[in-house]
């Protein structure tokens, strides 16, 4: 990010520009093509993973590679359909994928490194 332009002073009035227009686009056809009723963040993230060169360079320069991404997406969603405005709350992700680090360290389940 630290890459792209800046302007200073802002301008008063921000409008959308042409990729973010092409990108809420594909968004809305991977919503229409999934039996979607709503736009949801993983439409978003495929839709810029796959049309924006940009986010396809941050990523590979991340290491992960586009299609990776994409998949672990597909993999997340699952076969639930975001039919509501908050469905993306009950796909529960974070208790499913990640660790409680506070709770296992007070389940003493951790190596204390600090001081190491």
Partial sequence: LTRLGSQSPPPPQVS?????????????????????????????????????????????????????????LQTYRGSRKVETETAESSFDALSKYGQDLIANARAGRLDPVIGR
């Fill in 16 to 72: 959308e520009s042409g990729k973010l227009s092409a990108a809420l686009d594909k968004a809305n056809e991977l919503r229409s093509s999934m039996g979607d009723s709503f736009i949801a963040i993983d439409h978003i993230v495929v839709s810029c993973v796959e049309e924006d060169p940009t986010v396809q360079a941050a990523v590979r320069e991340a290491g992960v590679m586009p299609k990776r991404v994409i998949a672990a």
